[in-house]
């Protein structure tokens, strides 16, 4: 009966562990696959460009923007191997959204309006599929919605929008709902975390449309975008490599032209540099980096219990081995039956582990996919070789835990088995003396648990390793929480940021002054390393400081706050920064805006910031590129809110409150994913606890029986396997502790790239969620091991003991 427990309870490992590896290889084949179906330039795609040209500070005219793509097609002919293809023109505004929430209030969400003609390059994506409908934007009283934007605010086609770019506020009538490249993961620019409804707004005008909403000439745009023939490899962020060494050279070469042709600070970038395209790369990439170990954990842990299993089973039945040997049956003959064991227990768990993930697991993934992101999935991948090399791997991992057991079969002594010498076994006298100074339950207890160390270790590292997946799912989300919701709602007493466009803060200055706020001015803009072409945020702050009432405080790691006016500008710059770079306080490094350089001495480290950031003084940052903010922080007074006339006046508008509400949101949403895979380590961690149980058990039947019989009650022998359990909890609960922060640094180690950096550590709450997890569930099996000693033949235990 026990023996068929255990077989059950290790073949349900072997079924979640293919169960889990299948759902997460569908989601990632089907989004690697997906991302390269939306961007190529085909009929159903989209075209995504692959190089954008940005002007931060203002806008070319129609002469100056096909001045610059003539030059550059000129550049192609010249000094490139690859082969241009098409320039094209855009404008792209920050602005605001005007609209009414289910209660008839209004709002004013803060949006990126994209002036887009019928071009080829980065087309609106508007699929057959139900999340998208209408048609492109032809006249310039006409937008496309953004999908998100549409299912969060109950958007239609036919309805009419209210939207403003810092010039007053235009009717626009919805004819679409799409996608576009740069928001399909839908989040604020910076954030790690899709927006919550009402938080953001995405649309898609003509170019006409989006200049009359801005108030700006005919023709102008502030990005060119750039095709090449064909897909050229470009340079990832998240590895040290350059991978499109090509295009790298040919993005120098642009820079440099634009540094001689172009007054405004505007650079050069490839597709790593969009921010929604990299995070669903990323996204994609961990995936299909994480299917693989996730499974082989599972598996791993699997074979260590059938391996314990089996070792207890070739141990009980020692005797009927014996026999054999003496009767003349040879070693070959008895190996092959230990070893089919555990093919058979991979094969059946492959078998249930396949069907239910290719038929509810997988599609589940793509639900919630589908569900927190909003991009509709048109075809899942075909992943059934995928499905295979899972299975296989699994089949061998189980198969190999049989080898060790079968050999152990194999070697058995029959003189000394039926001579009963293989079950005599004393404790060392160092542990005899050390536990008579306890009572004798206790000191039993602690001589039984230990009679076999190795597998107690085993035991203690596969709850460690099954409690991985539990533990890690905690750390992350604890640490963003401290990085993202603890920065923002801890360190930074703004309200309300008005980003504004330049020169243009006075207007936003008097509306705080009337309404009794305090603000602040903000500079953020983008540069790059010297010899580096990854982007790194400039900010320059009024006044940079750590304490938690400022305006906007900094975390400051180690280091001083810079000072102002220094000869050499002195900043502060992130933990990642330095991560990446090897940079250090005292040293002094050169930054790029544009093609002007500028050089910095570092004087302190910060931390708690995702994205790579380095902090100014405004007062210096403010003349190196001409501008003297790009957005005002308000603090409003106590029951001020903010109103339609600062939503006139800026060009867009961020509030505090809707960024900590995005990440709790995110967090309900994908409370199913976190529900399964805390429910996935705790399954396993039930499972190899079980298992210790019953081996325990099955080990010491003759003890247990005889105690009984010299008249043992049994609350007393259950209050030895209570004490024996809560300690196998709490030595299990310190080693999964051990496994998480080692295995999380381990697994952030591999996902940490430029644009998503973050720091883990284990606090004491979740130290103590999972000891006592771990403890609560070897505790929870003791009644089911007091339930087997009742039920215990007595007669029968005794007489074997005897014999």
């Known amino acids: 009966m026990r023996t068929r427990i255990r077989l059950i309870a290790v073949t349900l490992l072997v079924t979640v562990g293919v169960f889990a590896g299948v759902a997460f290889a569908s989601y990632a084949h ?45 550049l192609f002919l010249d000094q490139s191997d690859l082969e241009f293809k098409e320039c094209e023109p855009r404008l792209k505004r920050e602005g605001i959204m005007f609209h009414k929430d289910s209660e008839g209030n209004d709002i004013i ?33 006409e937008i496309v919605v953004d999908s998100r934007v549409a299912t969060g605010m109950s958007i239609s086609i036919g309805d009419s929008i209210t939207i403003g770019s810092g010039s007053g506020s235009i009717d626009f009538d919805v004819v679409g709902i799409g996608f576009h490249s740069n928001h399909l993961y839908f989040a604020e620019e910076g954030s790690l975390f899709p927006a919550e409804p009402g938080t953001l707004a995405t649309g898609y005008l003509t170019s006409e449309g989006l200049e009359k909403l801005a108030n700006l000439d005919s023709g102008v745009a502030n990005l060119l975008l750039i095709d090449i023939q064909g897909t050229p490899d ?36 490839s597709r790593s540099k969009i921010s929604s395209v990299e995070l669903l790369r990323l996204d994609a990439e961990s995936a299909m980096q994480t299917y693989v170990p996730v499974t082989a954990m599972i598996a791993i842990v699997a074979g260590i219990t059938i391996f314990l299993s089996l070792q207890r089973l070739v141990q009980s039945q020692a005797r009927e081995i014996a026999i054999l040997r003496t009767l003349g049956i040879p070693r070959r003959v008895i190996i092959p039956g230990y070893i089919l064991m555990p093919l058979f227990i991979g094969v059946t768990g492959c078998i249930f582990g396949s069907i239910f993930g290719l038929t509810l697991g997988g599609p589940a993934m793509l639900d919630i996919y589908e569900g927190i992101l909003g991009i509709p999935i048109l075809e899942p991948a075909n992943i059934n070789s995928i499905v295979f090399q899972i299975s296989a791997t699994a089949i061998l991992v189980v198969l190999f835990s049989g080898i060790s057991p079968a050999i152990q079969s194999s070697k058995i002594q029959p003189l000394e088995i039926l001579r009963g010498q293989h079950e005599v076994r004393l404790s060392s006298r160092r542990i005899q003396k050390f536990t008579s100074m ?77 309404n009794g706020a305090n603000y602040e001015l903000m500079l953020q803009f983008p540069a790059t390393i010297a010899g580096d072409s990854r982007f790194i945020s400039t900010v320059g702050l009024d006044e940079i400081s750590t304490e938690t009432n400022s305006m906007y405080g900094v975390n400051l790691k180690e280091g001083n ?57 405004r007062q210096d940052l403010s003349p190196i590129i001409g501008i003297e903010a790009t957005s005002v922080l308000i603090d409003l007074p106590e029951g001020g809110e903010m109103d339609n006339q600062l939503a006139q006046l800026s060009i867009g508008i961020s509030q505090k409150q809707d960024a900590i509400s995005s990440f709790e ?21 039930v499972v190899v606890l079980f298992n210790t149980l019953l ?32 300690v196998i909890g709490i030595i299990g609960g310190i080693s999964a502790c051990i496994f998480t922060i080692a295995g999380t640094q381990l697994l952030l180690s591999s996902f940490l790239t430029w644009s998503f950096y973050i720091t883990v ?4 709450s979740v130290t103590l969620v999972l000891i006592s997890t771990v403890t609560l569930i070897s505790v929870i099996l003791t009644p089911y091991g007091m339930w087997r000693i009742s039920k215990m033949d007595l007669v029968e235990k005794i007489k074997d003991f005897s014999q």
């Open 761 to 764: 550590s284990l606090n004491l």
């Open 695 to 726: 081996m325990n058990l099955s080990e010491r039947d003759s003890e247990i029986a005889t105690l009984r019989v010299l008249g043992a009650p049994i609350k007393r022998i259950g209050s030895m396997m209570l004490g024996e359990h809560l």
């Open 234 to 269: 470009y340079d990832l962020e998240s590895t040290e490599e350059i991978e499109g060494q090509q295009l790298s050279s040919l993005l120098e070469k642009i820079n440099s032209l634009l540094g001689d042709e172009d007054d405004n600070p505007s650079s050069a970038y």
């Open 109 to 141: 969400i803060p949006s990126i309006w994209h002036g887009i003609d019928e071009g080829n390059i980065d087309r609106v994506w508007i699929p057959n599929h139900p999340l998208a409908s209408g048609v492109e934007a032809i006249n310039d009283n």
């Open 561 to 617: 706050i810079p000072s102002k006016n220094s000869e050499i500008t002195q900043v502060l710059i992130d933990e990642g920064t330095q991560f990446f770079l090897d940079w250090n306080i005292g040293e002094t490094q050169k930054i790029m805006f544009g093609s002007i350089s500028k050089e910095i001495e570092i004087s302190g480290i910060t931390q708690g910031e995702i994205t790579r950031t380095i902090y100014f003084h």
């Open 438 to 514: 306890f009572p004798s339950t206790v000191g039993l207890t602690i001589r039984s648990s230990i009679r076999k160390p190795v597998r107690l270790l085993f035991t203690f590292f596969a709850v460690g390793l099954s409690m991985l997946i539990f533990g890690s799912i905690m750390v992350m989300m604890e640490s963003m929480e401290e990085s993202i919701v603890g920065n923002v709602r801890d360190r930074q007493n703004w309200d309300i940021n008005a980003n504004i466009a330049p020169s243009e803060e006075q207007d936003v200055i008097d509306w705080a002054n009337e």
């Open 665 to 685: 949101s995110i967090l309900e949403q994908q409370q199913a994913i976190f529900g399964s895979i805390l429910a996935l380590g705790l399954i396993i961690a």
């Open 30 to 74: 089907t989004a690697s696959q997906m991302y390269d179906d939306i961007y190529a330039d085909t009929e159903n795609g989209l075209n995504l460009p692959d190089i954008w040209i940005e002007n931060p500070s203002g806008v070319w005219s129609e002469e100056e923007s096909a001045i610059l793509c003539q030059k550059i097609n000129q």
